[in-house]
Nanobody, 123 residues
Framework: QVQLVESGGGSVQAGGSLRLSCAAS????????VGWLRQAPGKEREFVAA????????YYANSVKGRFTISRDNAKKLVYLQMNSLKPEDTAVYYC????????????????WGQGTQVTVSS
């Protein structure tokens, strides 16, 4: 079973950028949808973005559309989340996870969770 490891989190000021990476080990993304989800303090985990490994198809939560971009590097088995124009409300622990349900934004449809990486945006 694929294991996922996130990296790239940190602290930035509002308006800044960060790029998160999700690495796969012990398996492959080839038959999966890979997503980024996040959980802010005191809030439920929520969907952010996802990419279909085989087709490059992507979809986003409305709250990040136009600011975040998900992409992947097939050779390196990496999925990225480029986050621009960050806002304080983007502060959360960001997780990558996999799904087999195209278009789903339901947290319950994702599995193989990584350990998460903290993103903090100050105003």
């Amino acid at each position: 079973q694929v294991q996922l490891v996130e990296s790239g989190g940190g602290s930035v000021q509002a308006g800044g950028s960060l790029r998160l990476s999700c690495a796969a080990s012990g398996g492959t993304f080839s038959s999966s949808i890979v997503g980024w989800l996040r959980q802010a303090p005191g809030k439920e985990r929520e969907f952010v973005a996802a990419i279909v490994w085989s087709s490059f198809g992507t979809y986003y939560a409305n709250s990040v559309k136009g600011r975040f971009t998900i992409s992947r590097d097939n050779a390196k088995k990496l999925v990225y989340l480029q986050m621009n124009s960050l806002k304080p409300e983007d502060t959360a622990v960001y997780y990558c996870a996999t799904s087999h349900i195209y278009g789903s934004t339901k947290v319950a449809d994702f599995g193989s969770w990584g350990q998460g990486t903290q993103v903090t945006v100050s105003s």
